[in-house]
């Protein structure tokens, strides 16, 4: 793990990539327990935009009042293709000089965390990551924040959506979000009582589905929720409508939950998370660890090197698609 030497006075943080419910009781933790510990901190807005442009503002303990049950990030977030430009970065660190700040913690998914880790190897920034991402596709962490609130709030709309499917005697196919992870989509389907779940790496197939729904049809079930992870290009669903329409004759209708899933008060889980990962991070780089990620290990918290957590692959929980398949009598 990699260590720096130098005190500590001022800590920058910054929320980057994709906003997730739980990112603001992060934030919380991180000023209060900084504050705590006599340090001061910054707030750098909107991801490595406010890197580049220097866009910093203190932070007190009273600012960070009311937030933890709020969904988004106060700090703002955004992607910045320019931060992929060496010039750009070496920018970026002549800001953090500029502003005496001198280390960094970074809430975002895994290309932020390729940005902070660049940080650290280029320019010796020292950097601790705490996962925030509702696709909980970050190798080295049980859980993200973000991912239960929007496994919580997908499961709402599925509860509201079987009611429909029941009283029409419907196949639905709803539509989740997790780029290329099949997380959100295996909680959901699980916790949903779903038929079927489709994600980028389950071997699912239409034929397999449409004979799920046939079987299903035979002992007398109606109504069929399936699930289908966005992967690359959201949309899919439809296609997987198209095909089930055709080879079953049977009225497929979808339904796609879209960025509802981002949004939201996040769940005390989410909260706790944050808070807990928000502390470790600090205590962290008060011990001069740096360039890792702050992950959970059975519930304990840990620190994970930024090399691999972004260079590893957290593979969907395929048995809880299998079981989820089974349970689906
Ligand atoms: P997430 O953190 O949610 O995975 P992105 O993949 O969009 O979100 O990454 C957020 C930002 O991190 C990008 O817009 C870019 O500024 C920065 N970033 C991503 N990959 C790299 C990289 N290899 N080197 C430097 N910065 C990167």
Redesign the pocket.
Same mark, same amino acid.
């Given at each position: 793990m990699a260590q720096f030497q130098k005190d500590i006075r001022k800590i920058g943080i910054f929320t $980057?990539?994709?906003d997730a419910p739980g990112m603001n009781a992060a934030i919380r933790a991180v000023v209060r327990i900084a504050t705590s510990r006599n340090l001061e901190t910054v707030g750098i807005l909107s %991801?490595?935009i406010g890197l580049i442009e220097g866009l910093f503002r203190p932070l007190q303990t009273r600012d960070m009042g009311n937030i933890i049950q709020r969904g988004g990030t106060i700090l703002k977030t955004g992607? $910045?293709?320019d931060?992929?430009k060496a010039d750009v970065r070496q920018q970026a660190v002549e800001n953090l000089k500029r502003a005496g700040i001198d280390a960094l913690v970074c809430i %975002? %998914?895994?290309? $932020?965390f390729?940005?902070a880790h660049?940080l650290w190897t280029e320019h010796q920034v020292p950097v601790v990551g705490i996962p925030g991402?509702i696709d909980n596709d970050i190798f080295g962490t049980d859980r993200t924040i973000g991912f239960d609130t929007a496994v919580n709030t997908a499961l709402g709309a599925i509860d509201k959506i079987r009611d429909t499917a029941d009283s029409h005697d419907r196949v639905f196919i709803v539509e989740v979000m997790g780029r290329n992870s099949g997380f959100i989509a295996s909680w959901v389907g699980l916790a949903g009582g779903a038929e079927e779940i489709f994600t980028p790496d389950a071997n699912t197939t239409v034929d397999k589905a449409v004979d799920r729904i046939r079987e299903a049809q035979k002992r007398g079930k109606k109504s069929s929720i399936i699930i289908a992870a966005e992967g690359q290009k959201p949309g899919r669903a439809y296609d997987l409508a198209d095909a089930i329409r055709k080879k079953t004759g049977l009225d497929a209708k979808v339904c796609i939950l879209g960025h509802q899933q981002r949004g939201g008060s996040p769940t005390a889980n989410d909260r706790i998370l944050a808070s807990r990962m928000g502390a470790a991070a600090v205590d962290a780089l008060l011990k001069g660890h740096c360039d890792v990620m702050v992950g959970t290990d059975r519930d304990q918290l840990t620190l994970v090197s930024l090399e691999q957590a972004t260079s590893q692959e957290k593979k969907t929980p395929l048995d809880y698609i299998q079981l989820a398949n089974w349970l689906a009598t």
């Amino acid at each position: 793990m990699a260590q720096f030497q130098k005190d500590i006075r001022k800590i920058g943080i910054f929320t $980057s990539g994709g906003d997730a419910p739980g990112m603001n009781a992060a934030i919380r933790a991180v000023v209060r327990i900084a504050t705590s510990r006599n340090l001061e901190t910054v707030g750098i807005l909107s %991801g490595y935009i406010g890197l580049i442009e220097g866009l910093f503002r203190p932070l007190q303990t009273r600012d960070m009042g009311n937030i933890i049950q709020r969904g988004g990030t106060i700090l703002k977030t955004g992607r $910045s293709a320019d931060f992929l430009k060496a010039d750009v970065r070496q920018q970026a660190v002549e800001n953090l000089k500029r502003a005496g700040i001198d280390a960094l913690v970074c809430i %975002g %998914g895994d290309g $932020s965390f390729r940005g902070a880790h660049t940080l650290w190897t280029e320019h010796q920034v020292p950097v601790v990551g705490i996962p925030g991402t509702i696709d909980n596709d970050i190798f080295g962490t049980d859980r993200t924040i973000g991912f239960d609130t929007a496994v919580n709030t997908a499961l709402g709309a599925i509860d509201k959506i079987r009611d429909t499917a029941d009283s029409h005697d419907r196949v639905f196919i709803v539509e989740v979000m997790g780029r290329n992870s099949g997380f959100i989509a295996s909680w959901v389907g699980l916790a949903g009582g779903a038929e079927e779940i489709f994600t980028p790496d389950a071997n699912t197939t239409v034929d397999k589905a449409v004979d799920r729904i046939r079987e299903a049809q035979k002992r007398g079930k109606k109504s069929s929720i399936i699930i289908a992870a966005e992967g690359q290009k959201p949309g899919r669903a439809y296609d997987l409508a198209d095909a089930i329409r055709k080879k079953t004759g049977l009225d497929a209708k979808v339904c796609i939950l879209g960025h509802q899933q981002r949004g939201g008060s996040p769940t005390a889980n989410d909260r706790i998370l944050a808070s807990r990962m928000g502390a470790a991070a600090v205590d962290a780089l008060l011990k001069g660890h740096c360039d890792v990620m702050v992950g959970t290990d059975r519930d304990q918290l840990t620190l994970v090197s930024l090399e691999q957590a972004t260079s590893q692959e957290k593979k969907t929980p395929l048995d809880y698609i299998q079981l989820a398949n089974w349970l689906a009598t």
